[in-house]
């Protein structure tokens, strides 16, 4: 299974967690929402992803977050990851 599958709340919280080890207070603080908020989000991407079928993502959407992670992960700088996560889950 993908994180396409999640909700846009889930999958920010799942990747900053899981991807980059951030803190459940630092996730919240993001994304507007409580510490436990943020350690439920997580969880249930978790178990998103293992019970959901894949659905179609658009092409030019995956190869966006891609080269935004892959930049993330290289440089460590974090920033542009963060706001396009962060507003994904908040439009």
């Known amino acids: 299974m993908t994180v396409q599958t999640l909700t846009p709340m889930e999958r920010a919280a799942y990747v900053l967690r899981e991807a980059f080890d951030y803190p459940h207070r630092r996730i919240a603080e993001l994304l507007r929402i409580s510490p436990a908020y943020a ?31 892959l930049a993330a992960s290289r440089t460590g700088n974090l ?13």
Do not use: K, M, N
């Open 39 to 69: 350690r439920q989000l997580v969880v249930r991407a978790h178990r998103g992803i293992v019970a959901r079928a894949r659905r179609p993502v658009e092409p030019a959407a995956h190869r966006h977050l891609v080269r935004v992670f």
């Open 79 to 91: 920033s542009v990851l963060e706001q396009l996560l962060a507003a994904d889950a908040t439009a």
